[in-house]
């Protein structure tokens, strides 16, 4: 075994651990912290796929700035602890059918023999291969996340005031 599969396991396994500890906190700040963590984990796995900018794009957005809007919306929201711990048993049963059929659709999709990768198209994960598909060919797209994140900002700013005058 290599130091690249060693290391491979490690962030993979991390991640899953991760994942199960965002999934079975029952703090919301423990889950954005476990998340922030898959993150940090996730970059090491682009770091080992040599997607340096991919992996620096996943520690600055998502890390970076999608979890502080999500700590952010939680403390705004202030949930009580006791309506924290409540389980619904029709929440338990739904969440226990999803899961069940994910499973059932990972069968599925594993039972079927994996093609090989075309080795025509290499990607690489540099800042051309990725702003240049982005912007010559997904620019509407582009624009209209931009414009929703925008008025996503505003409206939480406005919903963050206790008193508009």
């Known amino acids: 075994m290599t ?3 060693i290391l491979f396991w490690f962030f993979s396994t991390a991640m899953l651990l991760c994942g199960l500890g965002v999934i079975a906190s029952r703090s919301p700040v423990n889950s954005a912290m476990f998340l922030v963590l898959l993150f940090f984990f996730m970059a090491g796995l682009f770091v ?5 900018f991919l992996a620096a794009i996943q520690v600055l957005v998502y890390a970076g700035a999608v979890m502080v809007l ?3 919306v939680i403390m705004l929201l202030d949930i009580k602890a006791s309506e924290r711990r409540k389980f619904r048993a029709l929440a338990v049963l739904g969440g226990f059918g999803v899961a069940g059929a994910f499973a059932w659709e990972l069968r599925i999709i594993l039972s079927k023999p994996v093609p090989p990768l075309a080795t025509s198209g290499e990607f690489h994960g540099g800042l051309k291969d990725v702003v240049a598909p982005l912007f010559a060919n997904y620019m509407l797209p582009f624009e209209v996340t931009a414009l929703l994140l925008l008025v996503a900002m505003i409206s939480v700013v406005l919903l963050s005031k206790r008193d508009l005058k």
């Open 3 to 5: 130091v690249h599969d």
């Open 70 to 72: 999500f700590l952010f």
């Open 48 to 52: 080992l796929l040599e997607a340096f």
